[in-house]
Nanobody
Framework: QVQLVESGGGLVQAGGSLRLSCAAS????????MGWFRQAPGKEREFVAN????????FYADSVRGRFTISRDNAENTGYLQMNSLKPEDTAVYYC????????????WGQGTQVTVSS
């Protein structure tokens, strides 16, 4: 079992930045891939970015590539999502998730943190 707790959300003006954190506890964080997802009101949850267990391989949704950066500090059992040049359409609840590196589906989810970008 892995427990995930997000933090760092808030209200920011368009063009601003936020850094989300995802603190992990439980089983060894280094054996899990980590991802960030988001869900806007009235929309389905969508993939934002993910990072492999070793922090080497990352992947981004087209909508955030070049603006968001995913990273992790395995020594601190924490993942991050640096969000720059934020747009109103980035407004959503952001969730971090973890999965065993051999699995396709994410098994563990945080409770989410709200990000609101005003125009």
């Amino acid at each position: 079992q892995v427990q995930l707790v997000e933090s760092g959300g808030g209200l920011v003006q368009a063009g601003g930045s936020l850094r989300l954190s995802c603190a992990a506890s439980g089983r060894t964080f280094t054996t899990y891939d980590m991802g960030w997802f988001r869900q806007a009101p009235g929309k389905e949850r969508e993939f934002v970015a993910n990072i492999r267990w070793n922090g080497v391989i990352t992947f981004y949704a087209d909508s955030v590539r070049g603006r968001f950066t995913i990273s992790r500090d395995n020594a601190e059992n924490t993942g991050y999502l640096q969000m720059n040049s934020l747009k109103p359409e980035d407004t959503a609840v952001y969730y971090c998730a973890a999965k065993e590196t051999t699995r396709r589906e994410y098994s563990y989810w945080g409770q989410g943190t709200q990000v609101t970008v005003s125009s």
